[in-house]
């Protein structure tokens, strides 16, 4: 079982910065795909960033690219998205995700464990 916390949300200015974290308890992230989601209000939750467990390859999706920054740290079992250059638009409840043994995905269906999510707001 894999239980995972997330942290680091908050009330931002547009253009300001933010860094999530998604800790692990239980296990180590070791082998473990690892990503971010987020759901916007009145929206359905969509992929934000991943890194591969296995070969440590990561993806962004197109909207946060040159912006966010998702990192790990397996021997802290923690996960971290950076956010910076924030906007409005970014304001959602963000949640972090884990499969073991699995390539990225950007469906929610294929990751088998779910924080409880952390809500950013950017204000203009």
């Known amino acids: 079982q894999v239980q995972l916390v997330e942290s680091g949300g908050g009330l931002v200015q547009a253009g300001g910065s933010l860094r999530l974290s998604c800790e692990a308890s239980?296990?180590?992230?070791?082998?473990?795909?690892t990503a971010w989601f987020r759901r916007a209000p009145g929206k359905e939750r969509e992929f934000v960033a991943g890194?591969?467990?296995?070969?440590?390859?990561?993806y962004y999706t197109d909207s946060v690219k040159g912006r966010f920054t998702v990192s790990g740290n397996n021997a802290e079992n923690t996960m971290y998205l950076r956010m910076t250059s924030l906007t409005p638009e970014d304001t959602a409840i963000y949640y972090c995700?884990?499969?073991?043994?699995?390539?990225?995905?950007?469906?929610?269906?294929?990751?088998?464990?779910w924080g409880q999510g952390t809500q950013v707001i950017v204000f203009s």
């Open positions: 995700a884990a499969v073991y043994n699995a390539d990225v995905s950007t469906s929610v269906k294929d990751y088998a464990w």
């Open positions: 239980g296990r180590t992230f070791i082998g473990f795909t």
């Open positions: 890194i591969n467990g296995n070969n440590g390859k990561i």
